[in-house]
């Protein structure tokens, strides 16, 4: 086997270092599953927070008639569903859901009086 020149080693020398530098390169750009997973995790989370904020812009735009409203419809539609679960017919469970949501519906009468919000 023939010796190397100095010039033939730097040449070799030069030519790995620049294919392990490029290696390494390639492989800091690469993108691990930990990596990807935590990307994932705050893309998700970003979106939770757009949503949140999207849902608190709605609400707030509401008008407190609107939210009573809503507020009493969810009571009857809950009670009226717990009343059927124990065996009530859909008018006795109606007359039932009224009944109990009497608060709720109080609330609505007053702007239907032209009440202020309570």
Do not use: N
Request: aromatic content about 6%; charged content about 35%; overall charge negative.
């Amino acid at each position: 086997m023939a010796e190397l020149t100095p010039e033939e080693r730097q040449r070799i020398y030069l030519e790995e270092k620049v294919r392990l530098e490029a290696r390494r390169d390639i492989e800091s750009k690469r993108i691990t599953p930990g990596k990807f997973i935590g990307y994932a995790l705050l893309v998700i989370l970003g979106l939770f927070i757009v949503a949140w904020i999207a849902g608190s812009l709605e609400e707030s735009a509401k008008t407190p008639e609107q939210r009573a409203k809503e507020r009493a419809e969810t009571c009857i539609q809950a009670e009226q569903i717990r009343l059927s679960e124990q065996g009530y017919s859909y008018e006795d469970g109606k007359l039932g859901a009224i009944m109990h949501c009497k608060e709720e519906l109080d609330e609505l009468h007053k702007f239907d009086k032209g009440g202020q919000d309570p």
